[in-house]
């Protein structure tokens, strides 16, 4: 069974730093993809960026950006210039390439961006 | 265009009670996920649904049912409700099933 792991329940950054939130997966397969969704507090589930496993080019998005080491099955999320509106739970999921999309997420980094 | 809708957006009922949650995709998807989150956790992988036949089921009890209709939405059903299927339940939807999802906002079930 694959599983991922977030081992930072917090974090906070200024407004206009960079921070990282962390991720961890497991996983025996090759072809698998790797997402980051964000959370506001109003709920809805958005997705920030996604990146595929056979791709060793790191996925960017504007301000966000990973850094995928796939050996050490790391999958880490850095936001530049944050801003208030970062403010969310971020979770990383990992679903497996094929016909069957089902993700598995991590427990969430609660990242709140102070003014 | 209208995004994932999901109703109703907050429910109550008690236990041993049965629930329906409805979802109606984005227009022109045809798979349907449903996703339990439970207070302070990740979202956890229910079922999955592609032209009306079920693609996917996750570890939940058989208490939990699900269909998709031929307009593509979709119910999820919970029988015998115990005070631990209290979550947020989510709807994603996509083109097909290993297509990009996206999320409701949620039905807020909570039982008493």
């Known amino acids: 069974a694959q599983t991922v792991t977030q081992s930072q329940p917090e974090m906070s950054v200024q407004e206009a730093e960079t921070v990282t939130l962390s991720c961890t997966y497991d996983?025996?397969?090759?072809?698998?993809?790797l997402f980051w969704y964000k959370q506001p507090p109003s709920r809805q589930m958005i997705l920030v960026i996604r990146q595929e496993a056979y791709k060793q080019q790191n996925a960017t998005e504007n301000r966000f950006s990973v850094n995928f080491q796939k050996a050490a099955k790391s999958f880490s999320l850095k936001i530049s210039d944050s801003q208030l509106g970062d403010t969310a739970m971020y979770f990383c999921?990992?679903?497996?390439?094929?016909?069957?999309?089902?993700?598995?997420f991590g427990k969430g980094t609660l990242l709140t961006v102070n003014p | 265009d209208a995004g994932v809708t999901q109703s109703p957006t907050h429910l109550i009922k008690t236990r041993g009670q049965h629930v329906t949650l409805r979802c109606s995709p984005i227009?022109?998807?045809?798979?349907v996920s449903w996703y339990q989150q439970v207070l302070g956790q990740g979202p956890q992988f229910i079922f999955q649904y592609y032209e009306k036949e079920e693609r996917g089921r996750g570890n939940f009890p058989d208490r939990f049912s699900a269909r998709q209709f031929p307009n593509y939405s979709s119910e999820l059903n919970v029988n015998a409700l115990l005070l631990g299927d209290s979550a947020l339940y989510l709807c994603a939807s996509s083109l097909v099933p290993d297509s990009k999802q996206f999320f409701g906002p949620g039905t807020r079930l909570t039982v008493l």
């Open positions: 996983t025996s397969e090759n072809n698998y993809y």
């Open positions: 227009s022109g998807h045809k798979s």
């Open positions: 999921a990992f679903t497996l390439g094929g016909s069957n999309y089902k993700l598995t």
